[in-house]
């Protein structure tokens, strides 16, 4: 492609973008956690992330148009983001990405999974203007400049990126136009490094077995007085009638 060409191409894309879209200032950074989308713009169009999952969840969205109209640059069959603690994936189906001024992006499955601070994607059915783009395997920050895109954009896939806090972000298939004046990135997935596994617990020592209780005392059969029977005055103060007892001689009253 001449030079004199790829300058008329990307000043005819900037129109388009200036055209149909609104700049955004940059997001804050935020505190790094578990987190996916599947589709984010950021650019002279700006598409905020969709479906965004934060710490733990998931979503989706179904044949969705962005943005919606007859302006639209991602068509999208299925969207789905999942997050779980130190885990994080994301992945869309039946892309079409038709940038102003740029060939259309096809591809049929596109996915980015992270995990444990390890991150993977997959893509399938890649088409750029109607061909077929052959991908045999796909090694972290794999960059694809067709002849289509030279001089306009450039295509990183199973992007990934340590963001120096702890986490890890992948991005399945990253689109950068005019060296950053617009991108694009399908399915992103951001983790942190799992937690480690509680120790076991050491089982509680064995408690000594309490003393039994002494049994009660037995009878010597040494009754005190007030026990025996007869011994105690009647209702009306008279002395009681003896009751014999063994051993004992018989009293009179």
Known sequence: M???RT???GAGVLSALVAGGVAFAPAAGATPEDSAYALSADGLVNIIKVPHVVGEGKNHLVHTDLPSGAERILHAGVFNSAVDEGYAKASTTDVELGVPGLPVISVGLVTAECEDLSGSTSVADLKIGGQQISLDGIGPNTELIPEPLQG????T???QTDNGDGSLTVSALSLDLLDGTQTVNLSTA???AKPEAPEPTEPAEPQEPNE??????EDDGDDEVGDLPGATPDEDGKAPVPVPQPGHLDVTG
């Open 190 to 192: 951001t983790c942190t």
């Open 2 to 4: 001449s030079k004199k």
């Open 212 to 217: 039994p209780a002494a049994p009660p005392a």
């Open 157 to 159: 896939l199973n992007k």
């Open 152 to 155: 306009l954009a450039r295509i």
């Open 7 to 9: 300058v008329a191409l």
